[in-house]
């Protein structure tokens, strides 16, 4: 089965946009983290964080079953592309997040990216100063980052059986834990 590296190799390949590549980094090292936490294969959910936007550059109207497609073709098993299916689940796929893989992907995509937005906005540019309440405080501020669906956000907490501020908590965690992959260093950890 393809590893970890080529999985990126494979994003980059059908992504140009350097942010869609760096929110394939960052849900990846969400799941990671999350795999490590309960005892999984952490390179397993780590690619299926990395590949759940494969083909939303250049197919968005066929976003996720465009990805089975390709993830078939370069010998992806079917739980893996159940897994990435399922973080679109009622948006654009009719894949409920039933396991823990699924549930997580579903849960850190949207909140990745309202982390990374948060990020974004400190004049650090560094997760290292960014706390849960921040975070909180924006996921609140429906204009920021209003792209972010915050009811998936909550529906995915639920899921985990986590509250939101624990979601973000571990999301941080896992984000700062990889800063520098993750593009969210900034200029405070020099």
Same mark, same amino acid.
């Given at each position: 089965m393809p590893? $970890?590296?080529?999985a990126?190799d ?12 760096? !929110?394939?980094i960052q849900?990846g090292?969400?799941?990671a983290h999350f795999?490590?936490k309960?005892? #999984? ?11 759940h936007d494969?083909d939303y550059e $250049?197919y968005?109207? *066929? !976003?996720?079953h465009?990805?089975a #497609?390709i993830?078939r073709?370069?010998?992806y098993n079917e739980?893996l592309i *159940?897994?990435?299916m399922?973080h679109?689940?009622g948006?654009c ?6 396991t ?9 995509d949207e ?9 974004l906005v400190r004049?650090?540019k ?6 849960v $309440?921040s975070?909180?405080k924006?996921?609140?501020?429906k204009?920021f980052?209003?792209g ?6 909550l529906?995915g907490?639920?899921m985990?059986g986590?509250?939101l501020d624990?979601l973000?908590?571990e999301?941080?965690e896992?984000?700062?834990?990889r800063?520098?992959?993750c593009?969210v260093?900034?200029?405070?950890a020099?």
């Open positions: 590893n $970890k590296e080529d990126l494979l994003l980059k390949e059908y992504n140009e946009n350097q942010a869609l590549v760096q !929110h394939g849900v090292a969400c799941m795999a490590q309960a005892g #999984e294969d952490t390179e397993r959910w780590e690619i299926v964080g990395i590949l494969l $250049k968005p109207d *066929r !976003h996720c465009k990805a #497609e993830m073709e370069r010998g739980e *159940r897994a990435m399922s679109a689940w948006i796929t009719d894949v409920e997040p039933t823990p893989m699924e549930k997580t992907l579903y849960a850190v909140l990745s990216g309202l982390v990374n937005a948060c990020v004049p650090s560094s997760i290292d100063d960014l706390g $309440k975070v909180k924006k996921f609140k501020q204009s980052a209003a972010v669906d915050r009811d998936i956000v529906k907490a639920e985990l986590l509250t624990e973000i908590a999301v941080i896992a984000m700062k834990a800063a520098e992959e593009g260093k900034g200029e405070a020099g």
